[in-house]
Nanobody, 128 residues
Framework: QVQLVESGGGLVQAGGSLRLSCAASGRTFSNYAMGWFRQAPGKERDFVAVIDWNSGSTYYADSVKGRFAISRDNAKNTVYLQMNSLKPEDTANYYC?????????????????????WGQGTQVTVSS
């Protein structure tokens, strides 16, 4: 069955860096885009970044643009989120999700409800 497994979360000081991984399995994801979302306690689930598996094209939330970078390793079926210059506001549970490529090119990558598969999340805590 389809599985998305996040890893790499942890505790880091403000200004530090962390790299999250999302290992995808159970099907071919070449016709999907892979996104990262995050949710802090008491807040809504927010879009962070997305990458089209086939083309490598990316989009980022304004709040992380210039600090975070999403990438993928096709051989490993793994998507990464490199997070630099971390801020306390980045503290959240980070989720990996898969979106049909057609929805990606239709511009619906921002909406979590459009994603087909989700991982269980990995916690990122940024101390001040």
């Amino acid at each position: 069955q389809v599985q998305l497994v996040e890893s790499g979360g942890g505790l880091v000081q403000a200004g530090g860096s962390l790299r999250l991984s999302c290992a995808a399995s159970g099907r071919t994801f070449s016709n999907y885009a892979m996104g990262w979302f995050r949710q802090a306690p008491g807040k809504e689930r927010d879009f962070v970044a997305v990458i089209d598996w086939n083309s490598g094209s990316t989009y980022y939330a304004d709040s992380v643009k210039g600090r975070f970078a999403i990438s993928r390793d096709n051989a490993k079926n793994t998507v990464y989120l490199q997070m630099n210059s971390l801020k306390p506001e980045d503290t959240a549970n980070y989720y990996c999700a898969a979106l049909n490529q057609g929805q990606y090119y239709s511009g619906n990558y921002y909406w979590g409800n459009e994603y087909d598969y989700w991982g269980q999340g990995t916690q990122v805590t940024v101390s001040s």
